[in-house]
């Protein structure tokens, strides 16, 4: 069983900046990939960003590139993803969530371990 417990989220201004952490517990951490994806009200959940075992490789979605930043902290146990800049179209829950490979991917059914969410909302 693995659990995943995102933290983070919150109100904030366009513009600013906000930093979600994902703690994880129950597996082996390092072996496995990690991804970030968000649902907004009314729309299907879309992938953000993710990072392989090591943390050598990541991707972001084409809406966040240049403005997020993942990042793992495998002694931690723990994947963060810095967001700055933030538009009114960040606004959704964010999910972290576990691969099933050591590898990142940009498709859900590839991650089989999620979070409950952490609400980020940015105002305008």
């Known amino acids: 069983q693995v659990q995943l417990v995102e933290s983070g989220g919150g109100l904030v201004q366009a513009g600013g900046s906000l930093r979600l952490s994902c703690a994880a517990s129950g597996r082996t951490f390092s072996s496995y990939g990690m991804g970030w994806f968000r649902q907004a009200p009314g729309k299907e959940r879309e992938f953000v960003s993710g990072i392989n075992w090591s943390g050598t490789s990541t991707y972001y979605a084409d809406s966040v590139k240049g403005r997020f930043t993942i990042s793992r902290d495998n002694a931690r146990n723990t994947v963060y993803l810095q967001m700055d800049n933030l538009k009114p179209e960040d606004t959704a829950v964010y999910y972290c969530?576990?691969?099933?490979?050591?590898?990142?991917?940009?498709?859900?059914?590839?991650?089989?371990?999620w979070g409950q969410g952490t609400q980020v909302t940015v105002s305008s």
């Open positions: 969530a576990t691969a099933t490979s050591r590898g990142l991917s940009i498709i859900p059914r590839e991650y089989n371990y």
